[in-house]
């Protein structure tokens, strides 16, 4: 069995996990609902308890590679759909350069990143932008998928030049920095 496809997943108080008929597995929690589609064909999803807690165990029809596959992903998909509906996700960006400056007014983050004008992002519904200062940005929502995608959007406007550092990274990114190219020495 897949080592992580075969691990249960433990149940906080107030997630309810469900299967709906048309093949979706819904997780409800205090933060709120997701909802991912399912292969009930070749996965089942079975309630139990595992360390005294109540518990979701996948297993799988058969050994053929795609199922094993799923089996993972699956198992994998619905952990961190849990984990989003009871803590929630967060990504932190950090923009370096001179003169870059954010703000988030409404569902709009204005970035000033050096060029002849702001660069403007519609924020997504169900996510959460914060600037606790001029330099940082911290994406927060319950769907993990959507906070990475978002955060990778927002780092794709301004890449990381290598000589400076200048652009937008991830706060625990580390930055390759190439050292300053020197001229002709003199005689």
Known sequence: ???????????????????????????????????????????????????????????????????????????????????????????????????????VSGNKLTMNLGLSHPVVVTIPEGLTVTVPNATDIVVAGIDKERVGQFAADIKALKPVEPYHGYGIHYTNEVVRRKEIKKGAKKK
């Open 1 to 103: 069995m897949s080592r992580i496809g075969r691990a249960p997943v433990e149940l906080p108080g107030g997630v309810t996990v469900d299967q709906t008929t048309d093949g979706y597995l819904v997780v409800t929690g205090p933060k709120g609902t997701l909802r991912q589609q399912f292969d009930t064909s070749c996965i089942s999803l079975t309630r139990g308890e595992h360390n005294g807690k109540p518990a979701v165990i996948l297993t799988r029809a058969n050994d053929m590679q795609e199922v094993k596959a799923k089996h993972g992903l699956y198992r994998a998909l619905l952990a961190n759909m849990v984990k989003g509906v009871t803590e929630g996700f967060t990504k932190s960006l950090t923009v370096a350069g001179v003169g870059y400056k954010l703000q």
